[in-house]
């Protein structure tokens, strides 16, 4: 069985997805056969039109969703093999922003991060109010410790819920589409957080994102989706190239090169 | 609100704190009443006064418990904070498996046909009225205007066709009583043990509430089996509906104003709501029920709890409707 566990396909891949299918009505796949991995310590960012099954990947990826075909593989182990629970101690899954007003502050909010550690009657430890007040530090967001969630703005709400999976100390984070309702300077703000938690602190770190000069500017790895399927995987220059984007989003664009970063970024250009 | 860990320590001495007030209030529900019973020369009835009162309280307490707990259940699993067994019908459906088998079948399946009766309307409002698992509270009212209407007319039509002497029973019990002459302690003793089983589980199970609160993925991600604990929740919250409309008559309400003002002063941690819920509304309903019998020593008649609750319910939820819920839900 110790063999069968290890992973076949990439040799350095810490979450791999395998040949995954899924529907969710009968006869409309939204995954076909979707095959990626992403290394240890790596930003890997997710990009395809809309409806082409980015976020139901990540879901897969969290163990949220079970492939009617193919597995997932956390550090060569397929997902169904974890215990229940145990998932959240590894991989932390921020949501697309939707606010449920419930009243919490943010300090209760990423205090939660801490349910996969704490017991049944979740009663906390000193160590995991340090492990709180420590994401809300690296996320900058102490001063809102106290304060509801629903009165910070979308920016500091989000980065108090990246907080929150930060809390739960796991290996790998996934965001789906996390400055989304975001301006640049809060879209940058974000990504540089992502970046410096994969370079600093060797997390791997997984988004969806519909930016795709946002994405080439901070990711290691691009994966390119469409209907289901990875299209494109590669480092930004090997993704970000008109001949690949052009027929995925069925629209003309233009690369370019950022002179500061030399990292590309996208012009689109709509039928004259 | 948490500005401190919740410790073990600091849970227990809450739940002391919450206990200590729930027996206090029974203490002086089963001293005070509508008459002056402690007159040394009629020790007899003195005793027997006593013992109804005793009744009526420990009705009281776990009725309230009951309809508390479920009302806090409702509203972290519907996500909705108007969500209330009275208000969903989920009492009217139990009414009406309890008239229906006190009527054809036998009384003592009441507590059952009661379940089967919630259970089947909570199904049936989740399964009308949920959009990816949350209810929306427009929605929420619609639907529970709607099944409060079918039952309603369900069980008047059961009324119509039952004898003279069991209409007027009917109708005395669908106001939601607790004081009564002729006790049924078993059923007490079975609702008493549903409440504070299901009190014991919902503990449990308040780390999984608070994080369903926030989100279904986010509850899943963080390792919250999110469908099991609905399950789990919907049969316990229906449960103890179904034993205390048995037992009291459809009180409405308490699930409402009770979840309400703890969040009010606890804020929206479920991990200090359930013990909070469960004593509170078991003291407010003992509380209520006693106005109703000093009530009936000044005007002679006693109103029936479930009409106390119902005129402090009725202005509470509209206040809710107004204020609270809508501010909050304007910033979505």
Redesign the interface.
């Known amino acids: 069985m110790a063999t069968e566990n290890r992973n076949p396909i990439a040799g350095d891949a810490y979450l791999a997805a395998e040949g995954l299918a899924f529907a969710y009505t009968p006869g409309e796949p939204v995954l076909r056969n979707l095959t990626v991995a992403v290394a240890r310590g790596r930003l890997a960012c997710v990009l395809g039109p809309n409806g082409c099954g980015k976020t139901t990947l990540l ?1 897969m990826l ?3 969703l079970v492939p009617s075909r193919g597995r997932v593989r956390l550090a060569g182990t397929p997902l169904e093999a974890y215990p ?6 590894r ?3 921020v ?1 697309q922003e ?8 943010a ?3 990423v ?3 801490r ?2 550690h ?1 017991g ?7 160590g ?2 340090h492990a709180a007040r420590e994401a809300l530090r690296r996320t900058d967001t102490e001063r809102f410790a ?1 304060r509801s969630l ?1 009165d910070l703005s979308g920016g500091e709400r989000q980065r108090v819920i990246i907080a929150r999976a930060l809390a ?1 100390e796991p290996d790998v984070i996934l965001l789906d589409e996390p400055t989304s309702f975001l301006d640049i300077r809060h879209q940058h703000g974000i990504y540089g957080l992502l970046r410096r938690l994969v370079t600093e602190e060797g997390k791997t770190v997984v988004a969806v994102s519909h930016d795709l000069s946002l994405a080439a500017a901070y990711a290691d790895r691009l994966v390119l989706i469409d209907e289901g399927r990875v299209v494109a995987a590669g480092t930004p220059d090997e993704v970000i190239r008109p001949e690949v984007l052009s027929p995925v989003y069925e629209t003309a664009v233009e690369v370019r090169t950022d002179e500061v970063t030399g990292r590309p970024y996208v012009l689109p250009r709509p039928p004259a | 609100m948490n500005t401190r860990p919740l410790t073990p320590r600091r849970y227990l001495r809450a739940l002391a704190a919450w206990v200590l007030l729930l027996l206090a209030v029974s203490a002086a529900a089963v001293v005070l009443g509508a008459e002056n019973i402690w007159a040394w020369d009629a020790w007899d009835k003195t005793r027997d006064v006593l013992t109804l009162r005793l009744y009526s309280v420990l009705t009281a307490a776990v009725v309230g418990a009951a309809l508390a707990l479920a009302g806090l259940a409702f509203q972290a699993l519907l996500r909705n904070p108007l969500a209330e067994p009275y208000v969903l019908g989920v009492s009217g459906g139990a009414g009406l498996g309890v008239i229906l088998s006190s009527l054809y079948l036998t009384a003592v399946a009441a507590p059952v046909f009661g379940f089967v009766g919630a259970l089947v309307t909570v199904g049936v409002v989740y399964a009308v009225a949920q959009r990816r698992g949350r209810l929306e509270p427009y929605t929420l009212l619609l639907t529970g205007v709607i099944i409060n209407a079918f039952y309603g007319a369900a069980i008047m039509l059961v009324t119509a066709l039952a004898s003279p002497e069991r209409r007027g029973e009917i109708a005395y019990w669908m106001m939601g009583t607790i004081s009564t002459f002729d006790p049924k302690w078993s059923l007490v003793a079975v609702v008493g043990g549903l409440a504070l089983a299901a009190a014991v589980l919902f503990a449990f199970l308040a780390k999984g509430f608070n994080l369903v609160a926030v989100g279904e993925d986010t509850a899943g991600a963080l390792g919250v089996p999110v469908n099991r604990l609905r399950l789990v929740t919907f049969v316990t919250a229906s449960l103890v509906t179904g034993a205390s409309v048995a037992l009291a008559g459809p009180i409405g309400f308490v699930g409402l104003i009770c979840p309400h003002l703890l969040r009010m002063a606890l804020g929206p941690d479920h991990r200090r709501l359930v013990p909070a819920v469960a004593c509170f509304g078991a003291s407010l309903l003992v509380a209520a029920d006693l106005a109703t019998r000093l009530l009936e020593g000044i005007g002679g008649v006693a109103p029936p709890v479930g009409v106390l609750t119902a005129m402090a319910g009725g202005p509470f939820f509209i206040y809710l409707l107004r204020t609270r819920w809508r501010r909050k839900t304007e910033i979505r």
């Open positions: 879901r969290v163990g949220l229940p629970g145990s998932i959240a101690r991989v932390a899954y949501p939707t606010l449920a007003a419930v009243g919490f502050t300090l209760e909010t205090l939660m991060g349910s996969p704490t049944a009657l979740g009663f906390e430890s000193s995991d109010w106290q629903e739960q």
